[in-house]
């Protein structure tokens, strides 16, 4: 949940506000803030499996990704978390901290099968929404045209939006960024970039806002 924080600047008055969590994954963000009596909807297409499906993704999926970045250590920042073996336990923890939380969260409607082409949501439902670690990260997999709409689709169902971060997972600023920010101009929406107090990635250390 702290690295949520940290990613989006939320502060006290932003983790009290109507949150919509988009493509959170197996993230802790949505338990921690039911945690402490917080809500959050979270919207993910893996919500549609069930706990042991999402548990075994995660088994298959996690040796991968600690591989990968142990290959690329010097493409992360290792102050904050200060081994791959922190990130482990961290993200292990994490994990089992959302396994624990999804069945309850489930029926309590807080974690939501969707894509965020077309969300299952009317106008204006929540005041912020939040998406890390898909948009502009993912810029080689889903076209500019995601993006906008992505965009335009989040902006319709949430006041806000707050997207990190803006690089892509080879670690240069999204190509997609440019295009994303002149669309949210052209809709009579405003936006600004702005620095936040988390990095992992190396050089990734922004978000994009939109209102
Ligand atoms: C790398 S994970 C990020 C999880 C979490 N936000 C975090 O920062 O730890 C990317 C997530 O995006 C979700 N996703 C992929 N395509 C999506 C889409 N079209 N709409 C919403 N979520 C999507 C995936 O299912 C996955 O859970």
């Known amino acids: ?20 969590g988009c493509a959170d994954g197996p993230a802790s ?12 909807v979270s919207v993910d297409p893996i919500y549609s499996l069930t706990t042991a499906q999402i548990g075994r993704r995660i088994e298959e ?7 990968q970045l ?18 482990a336990e961290l993200r292990r923890s994490s994990m089992e901290q959302f396994l624990a939380d999804f069945p309850k969260g489930k029926e309590e409607g807080r974690y939501l099968p969707g894509n965020l082409g077309s969300l299952p949501f009317g106008d204006g439902t929540f005041d912020l929404a ?3 670690h898909l948009l502009f990260l ?7 045209d995601f993006h906008r709409q992505a965009v335009a689709e989040t902006l319709r169902v949430a006041a806000e ?11 240069q600023e999204s190509p997609h960024l440019e295009a994303v920010c002149a669309h949210i101009a052209e809709t009579g929406r405003r936006f600004e970039i702005k620095e936040v107090d988390y990095e992992f990635q190396r050089g990734a250390n922004r978000m994009l806002r939109a209102w």
């Open 130 to 132: 939040l998406c890390s």
């Open 1 to 20: 949940m702290d690295e949520y924080v940290d990613m989006f600047g939320l502060s006290p008055a932003d983790l009290k506000r109507e949150i919509l």
């Open 70 to 87: 142990e290959m690329n250590l010097d493409a992360y920042v290792w102050t904050g978390i200060s081994s791959p073996d922190a990130l």
């Open 29 to 40: 963000f949505n338990a921690g803030m039911n945690m402490r009596g917080l809500r959050v």
């Open 61 to 67: 999926t996690f040796p991968v990704m600690m591989e």
């Open 138 to 144: 993912y810029s080689g997999e889903l076209s500019v």
């Open 161 to 171: 939006i707050r997207i990190f971060p803006l690089q892509t997972l080879a670690g």
